[in-house]
Structures are given as structure tokens and as C-alpha cells.
């Protein structure tokens, strides 16, 4: 019997003037452990006139995680954070009861030819933490845990696996892990997991059980405790999962929450513009992304 469960096709989703390909939310599978949102950016070629703008926008009851393979990306929230996040380092916000933030290409890039590639994540936060205070954490990429072994390369992004833990803040137990091949290698890492556990091959190919899977896909394990794979030369993969909430998380837009109150009022704050409930951004306080009409009515 395989232990794949459920295999999810990259599907493309418009951020605005970018496409990027969305792995979760899936209507079969709607979070892995407390990871309840997965975007893989790019990787996009931009001209010299093409720039990344998403200007303010508000989330609650989450934490989002940016991790750029290629490219830069300039970050401003409300809590007053400016900062520029390159290939290999981590971002790690904190939403709580509520925060705006925005994503832009950093000024000195904006007219010169460019690539971008990464993933944006959403990481639900424990009841007890989706009211806190918002806060955000920068982590250089020369912080994160990596270790060799054989031709394997690993680095832990964010949570604990392996005996090693990363300084990115995080709230729950989970884990995000790249593994790096330079020659076709064998890799059984259930005993390290735990929770629940999917799989992104950026690169190459990971052989299961017989079967070949390439990119673009999503692998949701049914059992993490037996994962086991074969990974191709120059095979790039990342795990995802942790432990999950015993709560459902629901999300409406830019906002998660386990109590759809707490949503609702988000929805009614964020299309008043209520500043004492969603700050401005210092220095990008001059647009914002308004509330779809849509999510406004829907239940």
C-alpha cells in the first residue's frame, strides 16, 4: 500500500501583476499540520519595467514565512519593520490580532532586469496566540541549521527535526526542511518527522514505491513515521508539516482564525479602513488592497 495519500497539482493563482502556483489550500486537504497556506513564487523572469507591488493588506490569526530562492524582496509592516529579505534567509511575521504589511521589489532593483522565486507561507498560530500582539522576526540565511551527509545536503528553515532546531520563532511544533542531492540517494527520515508531512520536488525527481513523481506537485503522506524516498542527482525537495491544531482553522482572504466571529470583524475593520484595529504601514501608507466584495458578504 503506498503511503502517498493524496498528490495535489500546482494550480496558478494571480497576486496581482504576479502569478505564482498554489499548493495549499486544497479542497481535500486544507492544511498540513499547522501550515494552512503554501504559495511557490516564480521562478519569474521581470524586465526592467515589471516590478513585485502588493501594497498593504491586512492578516490575523497567522504567521507568514518568506523564503526566497532567487530574487529580493523589500518588506514593510505596522508594527514599523523595514526590511529586505535575499535568497537563503527567512522572514517570519507574526500576525496575531492584526497586522498590514507589504511586498515590494527593493527600490534600487526597480529598473533593472530581474528574477524572482520562493515561497510565501501561512503558518496557523494556537488559540491562545491568535489574539497576541503582531511581531516579526528576520533570520539570516547563515543562522539556519545545515549539515551534511554523504551527498546529501539538509537545511532546517524553520521548526525542529533531526535533533536541530531553528532560531526562527515559531509558535507550534512543526518543521520545514530542503534537502539537496548532488548524486541519486536513498533517503528514510520517517524516525526524524513527526505530526503530518508533505513533500514539494523543486528539482529532479523523488521515486516512491515505484513511482515517479517530478515538480509541481504536492505529496501528503499518510503515515510520516514511513517516510522513505529515492531522490535523483541534483534533486532539490522541501518538507512541510508538524504537528496539528485540534481546532479547524478557517480562512476568509488574508485572514485565519478558529472563531469565525473574530473573522467576521476582521472583514468589517479592513473594509472601514479601521486604523486603531489595522495600523498604516509607516512609509507605504498611500494605497492599500481592498477587501473583495465578495468575502465582505460571504459567511
Known amino acids: 500500500m503506498s503511503n502517498i495519500g493524496l498528490i495535489i497539482e500546482e494550480k496558478a493563482a ?11 489550500p486544497f479542497r481535500e486537504k486544507r492544511a498540513v499540520g499547522p501550515f494552512v497556506f503554501i504559495d511557490h513564487m516564480g521562478p519569474s523572469e521581470l524586465k526592467d519595467y515589471q516590478n513585485l507591488d502588493v501594497p498593504p493588506h491586512p492578516h490575523i490569526g497567522l504567521s507568514t514565512l518568506t523564503y526566497l530562492l532567487e530574487g529580493s524582496i523589500f518588506h514593510r509592516d505596522s508594527i514599523g519593520s523595514a526590511m529586505e529579505i535575499k535568497p537563503g534567509a527567512v522572514n517570519w511575521m507574526t500576525a496575531g490580532k492584526g497586522v498590514v504589511h507589504s511586498e ?15 515561497f510565501q507561507i501561512w503558518v496557523g498560530l494556537p488559540k491562545d496566540l491568535e489574539q497576541s500582539e503582531p511581531t516579526f522576526h528576520h533570520t539570516e540565511a547563515d543562522e539556519l541549521p545545515t549539515w551534511e551527509e554523504g551527498d546529501v545536503h539538509y537545511k532546517l528553515i524553520a521548526g525542529e527535526a533531526f535533533s536541530r532546531t531553528s532560531p526562527v520563532p515559531v509558535h507550534s511544533k512543526l518543521f520545514f526542511i530542503e534537502i539537496k542531492t548532488k548524486t541519486a540517494q536513498k533517503i528514510s527520515i520517517g524516525k526524524d518527522l513527526y505530526g503530518e508531512a508533505a513533500m514539494y520536488v523543486l528539482d529532479g525527481t523523488v521515486n516512491i514505491e515505484g513511482n515517479t513523481y517530478g515538480s509541481k506537485q504536492l505529496l501528503i503522506a499518510k503515515d510520516t513515521q514511513l517516510c522513505e ?36 470583524q476582521a472583514k468589517v475593520n ?30
Open 270 to 299: 479592513w473594509n472601514d479602513q479601521n486604523h486603531d484595529a489595522f495600523p498604516l504601514v509607516p512609509e507605504d501608507d498611500q494605497e492599500y488592497v481592498p477587501l473583495p466584495k465578495a468575502i465582505l458578504n460571504r459567511k
Open 14 to 24: 494571480d497576486i496581482g501583476n504576479f502569478l505564482v502556483g498554489r499548493l495549499l
Open 229 to 264: 524516498f529515492e531522490m535523483s542527482e541534483n534533486a532539490t525537495v522541501y518538507l512541510f508539516g508538524g504537528e496539528p491544531f485540534d481546532e479547524e482553522r478557517f480562512i476568509f482572504w488574508n485572514f485565519v482564525n478558529s472563531d469565525k466571529e473574530l473573522l467576521e
Open 104 to 118: 515590494r521589489t527593493p527600490e534600487y532593483l526597480r529598473d533593472t532586469d530581474k528574477r524572482l522565486h520562493g
